[in-house]
């Protein structure tokens, strides 16, 4: 289905599937096996359903998820360079990397989505009303980014400060007057599912300018510990196959 249809105008939209071996949580959950598959082939497999999405890339630093990759039907043109595969490397530098790579060799996108493949309840009916909402939005430096609405307790967090006094997270609510227009304001938790923004502006995961795509909470999840794992195998179901 990839690049099947030119449904959002003339733009070419390239898919960025980030997974770096190692992980200090859950060692290689990557392609641990997540209901008799590698973890990172349920994003895969949704990448390459979505009809909007051109190009479907893994960037590693590994030539066994390269294989993989392969194996699920996708390439890995490149591997990553050492700088950027540490822990300590930003996901920001590692899509300046896969963009900058393809343009030197002749390709050339419009959009970047980039679908970590610790997400693997998101599918592609998400991908695909995430770049119908970019696509519908009008500000020319948008961003997207999924996220899943919070109940309003969470508003109310407090953290000590430097003195150990206790105080709203969110400033604002320090005055009194600010409570009752809290209680009015939807409250966000990003679920790393999706991001998306334009290839010649890849600049920040969150900007002054970044949307959200609000996702339901039993398809946010996002994978980092043993925990995690099992409770996203619990919540699959055929729905998201």
Known sequence: MVGAARVIGDLKVLAVIPARAGSVGLPDKNIRSFRGKPLLAWTVDAA???????????????????????????ETPFLRPEHLSGSNASLINVLQHVVSELKSNGEEFDVLICLQPTSPLRTA??????LELFQSITDPDKNIASVYELPQKFAWVLQANKQGQLRFLDS?????????RQQNSAIYMPNGAIFIMQ?????????????????????????????DFRAAELAQTDHYV
Not at 48 to 74: F, H, M, P, W
Not at 125 to 130: D, E, G, L, N, S
Not at 172 to 180: A, D, I, K, T, W
């Open 199 to 227: 290839t010649a502006k890849i600049i920040s995961q969150y900007t002054d300018h970044t949307y959200p795509y609000i996702m339901p909470l039993q398809a946010s999840a996002d994978i980092d510990t043993l925990e």
């Open 48 to 74: 390459k359903t979505c009809e909007y999405i051109d190009r479907v890339v893994l960037s590693t630093d590994s030539q066994n998820y390269a294989d993989i990759a392969q194996q699920c039907g996708i």
């Open 125 to 130: 009916i998400h991908i695909k009303q995430a």
């Open 172 to 180: 604002s609510l320090q005055s009194q007057n600010n409570y009752r």
